[in-house]
């Protein structure tokens, strides 16, 4: 059995380092079925919550100047 070697690097050419060509891909994934109708649902007997202050969490802050440098 006789040996080649050759100077400097190159691209490994025997089988078991390439990458098969025959691959295939895999079925898309299933869609889900609908298994249910959701109903629409009566309004809460108590009503609603309604937090006394909550006006207060949406206003809108006034801006301040920007601080010049002079």
């Given at each position: 059995m006789e040996v080649i070697v050759e100077e400097g690097?190159?691209?490994?050419?025997?089988?078991?380092?390439?990458?098969?060509?025959?691959?295939?891909c895999p079925p898309a994934p299933k869609k889900k079925?609908?298994?249910?109708?959701?109903?629409?649902?009566?309004?809460?007997?108590?009503?609603?919550?309604?937090?006394?202050?909550?006006?207060?969490?949406?206003?809108?802050?006034?801006?301040?100047?920007?601080?010049?440098?002079?």
């Amino acid at each position: 059995m006789e040996v080649i070697v050759e100077e400097g690097c190159s691209t490994p050419r025997h089988s078991e380092c390439q990458i098969p060509a025959d691959l295939a891909c895999p079925p898309a994934p299933k869609k889900k079925k609908v298994g249910y109708v959701m109903k629409q649902r009566d309004p809460p007997k108590n009503g609603y919550f309604q937090p006394p202050d909550l006006e207060v969490l949406f206003t809108i802050a006034p801006r301040r100047e920007a601080f010049a440098w002079t």
